[in-house]
């Protein structure tokens, strides 16, 4: 997918217009979301795949694996 040559930059600093409502949702989000640490507790739940373990998974196989 590609652009077109016209298009313009967007400053995220100034062009997008936000309402109060959408500070509000963005510092609730900030503030009763789930944190870093809760994300990283998550994921330590896992414990640790083998290296026989990685390698049994299917994946992308020769030099190209995606064709277009």
Known sequence: MKS???SFPIDLE???PTT???LDALR???RDGPRVTDYLAF???FG???QEQLRSRP???GEKPFAF
């Open 4 to 6: 077109s040559a016209d």
């Open 14 to 16: 100034a062009d997008l």
């Open 20 to 22: 109060r409502a959408d």
């Open 28 to 30: 609730r989000a900030g």
């Open 43 to 45: 994921l330590a739940t």
């Open 48 to 50: 640790e795949a083998t």
């Open 59 to 61: 994946g992308p196989r």
